[in-house]
């Protein structure tokens, strides 16, 4: 090769990116030992934008669109390298681009459990996840915030930051909200629009627009949720008595239908009505309806009796397993 041959290698007089490598953000346009020359032309893409910075200063940057480099399209470094009108000679500058696509169905979740203090339950323990989707809004505050001089800045390696801003504005926007962990569960959907308008702040300071934002789940760990449910099978069994006579009333039909009709199942649900009514009633501290019939007093039973006559009454399917579990555990803190 001749040296006319290799003196022209050193000028480049094309300058653009097509995007080939997957799941990459910005991209450092090769410039060692090379260097631009004036009126070189620029493509930048639809999905991209372009940011010239020189000798670390940032300089001009680019909107979609094929231009002629010179004095009139890069101002800021004419002004930067003191260049006339009549400015002709090549130049070196660090050119990158960013990809500024949408990048789709980013998950997020919480690693551990995040602590808060709730109104109802005290301490609770949460976990969360979802998805985002984002894109590069700014060049000029993400090259500055984020992704500086490096050749290249990927997805995947923006991922841990971003996840960092999702659970910390989480953690802070549940703690202080003063919401019980049950209104937050039943109201996701407004739960992650007001996470989306928080996290846009927060996005917009490192150069990125958040496009989407979707909370999927929200729910306690395992062993707490147990408790949760016991709580709640507890609070729906509160007045075990009226349900007991409504569960009573449901047998009645199905009792008809059968072999003999209410006559020949009559003896048996009489029998079991009257069992729910004693067990109710000692359960609640309450005086027997029979017994208030005939003018006499009940007293309270052996709590193991009662335990007996509620495990019979959920073996005949008059209580569900939740009920006397319920109820088992109401006695036995009573003892």
């Known amino acids: 090769?001749?040296?006319?041959?290799?003196?022209?290698?050193?000028?480049?007089?094309?300058?653009?990116?097509?995007?080939?490598?997957?799941?990459?953000?910005?991209?450092?346009?090769?410039?060692?030992?090379?260097?631009?020359?004036?009126?070189?032309?620029?493509?930048?893409?639809?999905?991209q934008l372009a940011l010239f910075v020189n000798e670390g200063q940032i300089a001009d940057h680019f909107a979609a669109g094929r231009y002629a480099l010179n004095t009139q399209t890069l101002p800021v470094?004419?002004?930067?390298?003191?260049?006339?009108?009549?400015?002709?000679?090549?130049?070196?500058?660090?050119?990158?681009?960013?990809?500024?696509?949408q990048q789709l169905n980013r998950k997020w979740g919480t690693s551990n459990p995040i602590t808060l203090r709730d109104p109802e339950f005290g301490v609770v323990r949460l976990r969360a996840f979802g998805i985002y989707s984002y894109r590069i809004q700014d060049p000029t505050i993400f090259y500055r915030e984020i992704s500086g001089t490096r050749a290249s800045y990927s997805v995947d390696e923006l991922d841990g930051q971003l996840l960092s801003i999702v659970v910390a504005t989480l953690s802070d926007h549940i703690a202080n909200s003063g919401?019980?962990?049950?209104?937050?569960?039943?109201?996701?959907?407004?739960?992650?629009?007001?996470?989306?308008?928080r996290l846009q702040q927060a996005f917009q300071k490192i150069g990125l627009l958040l496009e989407e934002f979707v909370l999927q789940n929200l729910s306690l760990p395992e062993e707490l949720q147990k408790v949760l449910d016991q709580r709640i099978g507890i609070n729906i069994a509160g007045n075990l008595q009226q349900l007991t006579q409504y569960q009573v009333a449901q047998s009645i039909p199905i009792a008809a239908a059968n072999e003999g009709g209410l006559a020949g199942a009559g003896a048996g649900l009489g029998a079991g009505i009257a069992m729910a009514q004693g067990v109710m009633a000692a359960v609640n501290n309450v005086p027997n309806a029979n017994a208030n019939n005939n003018n006499t007093q009940t007293t309270v039973e052996d709590p193991l009796q009662l335990l007996e006559k509620l495990h019979g009454l959920m073996t005949k399917g008059i209580i569900s397993e939740a009920e006397f579990a319920a109820k088992k555990a109401d006695i036995l803190s009573k003892m």
């Open 179 to 197: 919401i019980a962990f049950l209104d937050l569960a039943a109201h996701q959907d407004k739960l992650a629009n007001a996470l989306q308008e």
């Open 1 to 47: 090769m001749g040296l006319f041959g290799f003196i022209k290698k050193q000028f480049i007089d094309v300058i653009h990116w097509t995007d080939a490598a997957d799941g990459m953000l910005v991209y450092r346009y090769p410039m060692e030992d090379f260097e631009i020359q004036n009126g070189a032309q620029l493509t930048v893409r639809d999905t």
């Open 77 to 101: 470094m004419t002004s930067l390298k003191n260049w006339d009108k009549l400015f002709d000679s090549p130049f070196k500058s660090d050119v990158y681009f960013f990809n500024t696509t």
